[in-house]
């Protein structure tokens, strides 16, 4: 099956789906599950449910800091976030010396992600918990432009430490052009960019957490030059049957990876690859036809709520919300996290059939649709969208719905700042991924019964078209 249709029978609406489930060549079928409403929101709601005492994650601090980012990027549970990061500066010597207070010891990843944390929560990152995060970044700080460690345990530091480092110190006003400088020299013949920071240009390996997290630092940096390379290669690594990254071109793809390469994309203004990467991560995300317990929680490589699944909930909710590191803002937050909400039968954004607008593959008609949608306008989209939404929809509305493996503070080159906001340290992983978005629901494997299936996938488009002006809306007016 083409990518087209399985990007197609992803996001097919639930009284679709058993249409085509239904037509003839089908084994009959119950009507398909209703779908998340909001699936950043309930990630970040499935979150908070698993936060010690409401206020950290198993006094994991790197952990701690990830959620509540994740969280500030939906604009949601500010309460909880408020309190994650108060137990953060009651903590933070700590986290930043390793356990060893008064030894010299400097973990330069975990002080940025707290500095970028507390200006993300309008906090002063000169004053966090005692300590003055800007200041301990900028004696860290080489004369050649890079971020290191400081301790009996040697320099861990990588490309991590050096671009949470840009992002917190780019807030804070106190970015050194030299730190820019040094983040772009990195960079890899292919474009990409590596995790070590070994200045040796025949091991220079490219992965995509790293290019994830360094072109998200360019760009906040407005380096948008130095950047473009990294998202050429982020684009060229998009896995063509899923849509999603693993941590290299041969690994399975994994949430946290595909995350990162979501947020950089995103931010660069590659929607379109940013948009597939969107559906297989929702893929991995459980559902409302699973346990209401777990449902919003997203999984490393399949939709499960597992040991893994709060460290790939984390790194997921940004990029769900569809917002790099470097624009999120805690301003504002409502207090409560979002109670978890399905719908039963519409695309995310709709409220009833709002689809003819959309079908006509621009975004003005998503607008009207999301906003004016009438059972009329499903039963209009659907005898529109076989010859309308094809050819139309892909342009404006083809794709919506839609990694440590979990070490503390753990990952390649060690410390949190491999793992920092989730970053994947797993090099890829063993497991298989989880379901494809698509599967064979568009195909009904009977060529009289092609008509039909294409009049779904062109309401499905409408549908998908409403979901990404409303998504695209929101980040405009945020």
């Known amino acids: 099956m083409s990518r087209p249709l399985r990007r197609a029978a992803a996001l097919l609406p639930a009284p679709l789906v058993a249409g085509v489930l239904l037509l003839p060549g089908n084994a009959s079928h119950a009507d398909a599950p209703p779908e998340l409403e909001d699936p950043a929101v309930a990630a970040a709601t499935w979150a908070v449910g698993r936060l010690t005492d409401g206020t950290h994650a198993m006094g994991d601090h790197g952990l701690t800091a990830d959620i509540a980012i994740g969280l500030a990027s939906t604009g949601t549970a500010g309460d909880a976030t408020t309190r994650a990061t108060d137990w953060l500066a009651e903590n933070a010597e700590g986290y930043i010396t390793r356990g060893s207070p008064g030894s010299g010891t400097v973990f330069t990843g975990g002080a940025a992600k707290l500095a970028l944390l507390a200006s993300i929560e309008h906090r002063d990152a000169g004053d966090f918990g005692g300590l003055d995060l800007t200041g301990i970044l900028l004696e860290r700080l080489g004369d050649d432009g890079r971020f290191t460690d400081a301790g009996a345990a040697g320099d861990m530091s990588n490309q991590f430490t050096q671009s949470l480092a ?45 290019t994830g997290m360094a072109v998200q630092a360019l760009l906040a940096a407005d380096r948008t030059a130095d950047a473009e ?34 947020q950089a994309l995103r931010a660069g203004g590659r929607e379109e690859a940013a948009d597939d990467g969107w ?18 929680a997203v999984g490393y490589m399949e ?4 040991g893994m699944a709060l460290r790939s909930t984390a790194q997921a909710i940004p990029a769900l919300q569809g917002v790099a590191l470097g624009d999120i803002d805690g301003a504002e937050a409502t207090p409560e996290p979002t109670p978890l909400e399905c719908y039963p039968d519409d695309p ?69 700042a491999a793992s920092a906001v989730g970053a994947s340290g797993a090099s890829g992983g063993t497991a298989s991924g989880g ?33 990404l002006a409303a998504r695209r809306r929101r980040r405009h007016t945020s």
Request: glycine content about 18%; proline content about 5%; charged content about 20%.
């Open 166 to 210: 840009v992002l917190a110190l780019d807030r804070t006003g106190d970015l050194p052009e030299s730190a820019v400088d040094f983040l772009a020299s990195t960079r890899c013949a292919d474009g990409g960019f590596p995790l070590s920071l070994r200045r040796d240009p025949d091991r220079c390996t490219s992965d995509t957490d790293s």
């Open 229 to 262: 390379p990294g998202l050429d290669w982020l684009e060229s690594r998009q896995q063509e049957d899923s849509g999603g990254w693993g941590y290299d071109a041969t690994s399975d793809p994994n949430s946290n990876s595909t995350s990162l390469a979501i």
């Open 279 to 296: 559906i297989w991560l929702y893929s991995v995300q459980v559902g409302c036809a699973q346990a209401r317990e777990d449902r919003g």
């Open 303 to 306: 939709p499960v709520a597992d």
């Open 348 to 416: 995310p954004g709709q409220d009833g059939g709002g689809t003819l607008g959309a079908v006509e593959g621009t975004e003005q008609g998503a607008e009207q649709g999301a906003e004016q949608g009438t059972e009329q306008g499903t039963e209009q989209g659907a005898e529109q969208g076989a010859e309308q939404g094809a050819e139309q929809g892909t342009e404006q509305g083809g794709a919506t719905a839609d990694g440590s493996a979990s070490g503390a503070d753990g990952g390649p080159g060690g410390g949190d």
């Open 435 to 467: 379901p494809t978005p698509g599967g064979n629901l568009a195909s009904t494997g009977s060529s009289s019964t092609q008509p039909l299936a294409w009049a779904a996938v062109g309401l499905m488009f409408a549908g998908s078209a409403t979901y």
